[in-house]
Nanobody
Framework: QVQLVESGGGLVQAGGSLRLSCAPS????????MGWYRQAPGKQRELVAV???????NYADSVKGRFTISGDNEKNMVSLQMNSLKPEDTAVYYC??????????????WGKGTLVTVSS
């Protein structure tokens, strides 16, 4: 069973920065993409940013220009640099890795989440 370990969450003032990191606790594996999602209280989980194995990135409109995702395919490590944080960025952030299976499907692995709180 793959376990993803996240780090870097915490409390920061508006305008500040945080860096989230995520890596599997065991051996590495082939991946399709790595990304970060977030879920604010009373809201559905939403995509924040994703990077594919080929290096293409995609961001939620609300974080474009402020957040930067980076990934290391060999180490299955993914980071999210968050700058100019706003109170509305407050949420639990989840790491995600999507990997291929031998049957031709894909499987999603999730971290347990790390809380980011931005005070005004």
């Amino acid at each position: 069973q793959v376990q993803l370990v996240e780090s870097g969450g915490g409390l920061v003032q508006a305008g500040g920065s945080l860096r989230l990191s995520c890596a599997p606790s065991g051996s590495t594996f082939s991946i399709n993409s790595m990304g970060w999602y977030r879920q604010a209280p009373g809201k559905q989980r939403e995509l924040v940013a994703v990077v594919t194995s080929s290096g293409r990135t995609n961001y939620a409109d609300s974080v474009k220009g402020r957040f930067t995702i980076s990934g290391d395919n060999e180490k299955n490590m993914v980071s999210l640099q968050m700058n100019s944080l706003k109170p509305e960025d407050t949420a639990v952030y989840y790491c995600n890795i999507r990997a291929p299976t031998t049957a031709g499907w894909t499987v999603d692995y999730w971290g347990k989440g790390t809380l980011v709180t931005v005070s005004s």
